[in-house]
Each structure stands twice: as structure tokens, then as C-alpha cells.
């Protein structure tokens, strides 16, 4: 069975500080990973991997995939408030025999807190 | 651009009532759209997803079902909820091909 497991599930820092995000999958018909923002409500698309090593930056946020070991990391440094959200990982699978339908599954998310 | 649209909102709904929520899709053409749910405290579950016209897929045995009456509108509907069908619905599409989709503003489903 295809899962995505994120680690940990929750995390409290302060303000300033950097935090990883894990993300580890074991899907068949892998073909991307993608991390979300969610603040309540719809999720808000940050970055998609594909390949493996090549850093995704994005301001303060950061991530990186390793397909030989099956995972990706999610980094933040210098954290702010408005940081403090549940993130996503997912990852992309196309169904069986399909070359161009495919689904989403996703981690159950890690909910940061960031004090000021 | 491309937009998707969900409603409403949030919704209280008694148990044994029906259900519909609607979503569509604006700017694109012939997109996979998917139905997903979040449990409170959970990752987000695929309910169902649709590739065409009134082609839907079930990922999970529910009380609830879908239909795709139009290229770019999904519904999702129940004939009598249960207080486990509570959560927040989330409608997304992607273009064929594609490897990420895109999500609606969700709607918060209590069911009392």
C-alpha cells in the first residue's frame, strides 16, 4: 500500500529559529513530491520535486528530494510567525496502466507553532 | 488563468439530511478533478477522482458519491449523512499529463 509518512507531527519553536520538515514515501508509479502550506484552510502549493539533489529555494524556505533513499526534507530558517502552519507533503502516483492520470497522497502533515 | 471555485463555505447539516457541494473549474479544459477529505488532526484522504464526463472513480467505500455532469463541475452528494461524514472537503484538479494539482477553498462540513 502506498504511504507518506511525515515527521514529527508537531513542532513549537521560536521565532528565528530554523526548523527541518521530514518526509519520507514508499509508492509504486512515482513521479513527484510536492510540499503544501495550509492555513486553515486549501492547502497552498510551495514546491515540487522530481529529481533527486537539486534544491528547491524559495526565500527562507528551502527543500530537497532523495529518490534512493525515498525521502525529502523541508527547511525554514529564520522563522516568523506567519510561518505557523500545517505543511504537506505529498506525493504524486499515476494509477496503474495510466501514463497521464495520476493522484496525490498525502502525509498526515506537521503542524508547526512559532512563538514570538 | 485557471480558478477553481467550491461552495459553500461551511456548512452545519443535521444527521440523515442530504449533501451537495459544488465545485468548478474555470480557464482549462478537460482536467482531472478529484474529491478529498480532511479529518480533523489527519492528512488529506482521496474520496473520489473523475477524467472525463461521467467517469468517476471511488478510492474508498463512503456514504457519500460524486458526479461530473459537466467538463469542469464535480459534485459531491449524500442521500442521509452521518455524524462520520464531519470534515473539511477539499476539490482540486490537474491538467492531464501533470504531476500536481490544485486546490478549491474547501468546505467545513459538521454534520450534528
Known amino acids: 500500500e502506498d504511504k507518506v509518512v511525515q515527521s514529527p507531527l508537531s513542532l513549537v519553536v521560536h521565532e528565528g529559529d530554523t526548523v527541518t520538515l521530514n518526509c519520507s514515501y514508499e509508492?509504486?508509479?512515482?513521479?513527484?513530491l510536492l510540499w503544501y502550506k495550509q492555513e486553515k484552510k486549501a492547502p497552498t502549493f510551495l514546491f515540487m520535486l522530481?529529481?533527486?539533489?537539486i534544491e528547491k529555494k524559495s526565500g527562507r524556505l528551502s527543500s530537497i528530494l532523495d529518490k534512493k533513499e525515498l525521502f525529502s526534507i523541508l527547511n525554514i530558517t529564520a522563522t516568523q510567525t506567519g510561518d505557523s502552519a500545517v505543511y504537506l507533503c505529498?506525493?504524486?502516483?499515476?494509477?496503474?496502466?495510466?501514463?497521464?492520470?495520476?493522484?496525490?497522497?498525502f502525509g498526515q502533515g506537521t503542524t508547526l507553532q512559532v512563538k514570538p | 488563468s485557471q480558478t477553481i471555485h467550491q461552495w459553500p463555505a461551511t456548512l452545519v447539516q443535521p444527521v440523515g439530511s442530504p449533501l451537495s457541494l459544488e465545485c468548478t473549474v474555470e480557464?482549462?479544459?478537460?482536467?482531472?478533478l478529484y474529491w478529498y477529505r480532511q479529518a480533523a488532526g489527519r492528512g488529506l484522504q482521496l474520496l473520489f477522482y473523475s477524467v472525463g464526463i461521467g467517469q468517476i472513480s471511488s478510492e474508498v467505500p463512503q456514504n457519500l458519491s460524486a458526479s461530473r455532469p459537466q467538463d469542469r463541475q464535480f459534485i459531491l452528494s449524500s442521500k442521509k449523512l452521518l455524524l462520520s461524514d464531519s470534515g473539511f472537503y477539499l476539490c482540486a484538479w490537474s491538467r492531464r499529463g501533470a504531476t500536481e494539482a490544485f486546490f478549491g477553498q474547501g468546505t467545513r462540513l459538521t454534520v450534528v
Open positions: 522530481t529529481s533527486s539533489g
Open positions: 480557464g482549462t479544459s478537460n482536467p482531472n
Open positions: 509508492v509504486t508509479n512515482f513521479r513527484s
Open positions: 505529498a506525493v504524486w502516483v499515476y494509477f496503474t496502466g495510466s501514463s497521464n492520470t495520476g493522484k496525490l497522497i
